[in-house]
Each structure stands twice: as C-alpha cells, then as structure tokens.
C-alpha cells in the first residue's frame, strides 16, 4: 500500500503528511521525514497538523523532525 501511495505522489505531486505516519510504522522513519519534507516543500495545508497528531509520535525524537516544526512555525 505504501508503495502505491508513493507512486501517485509521485505522478501526481502530491505529498499528504499523513502518509509519513504509515511510512514511520513500517519503521522507516528516514522515508518518513522525507515525505514530509516534500509536503513542507509543496506547502502542504494539511502539514501543521504534524505537531499534535499522535501519529507522528515515532519521529518526536528525531532532530529533523524537531527542525521540520520549527521551520513550520512551532517553536524557536
């Protein structure tokens, strides 16, 4: 399934962050952080939602992630 997201991201342009929380319980938070960076990158209006949504709790720790909301505008 997240194969398949990807390939219409990808033929679409399209990153929903939402996905990155199926892709971090597969367990590749690496994938993850980078489908989020290309949602930031395409202004996702759905992004700032990434601060409160427990989905999103696997990559808390994760200093990009960290640099991810405060380049959102979460935080300093």
């Known amino acids: 399934m997240v194969n398949e997201l990807r390939k219409n ?34 202004r996702h209006p759905n992004l700032h939602r990434i601060n409160v949504d427990a989905g999103y709790g696997v990559l808390r720790s994760d200093q990009r992630f960290r640099d991810l909301l405060r380049r959102i505008g979460f935080g300093g």
């Open 9 to 42: 991201a990808a033929a679409s342009g399209i990153y929903h962050p939402l996905v990155a929380t199926a892709i971090a319980a597969l367990g590749d938070v690496d994938g993850a952080i980078e489908w989020l960076e290309a949602s930031y990158a395409q």
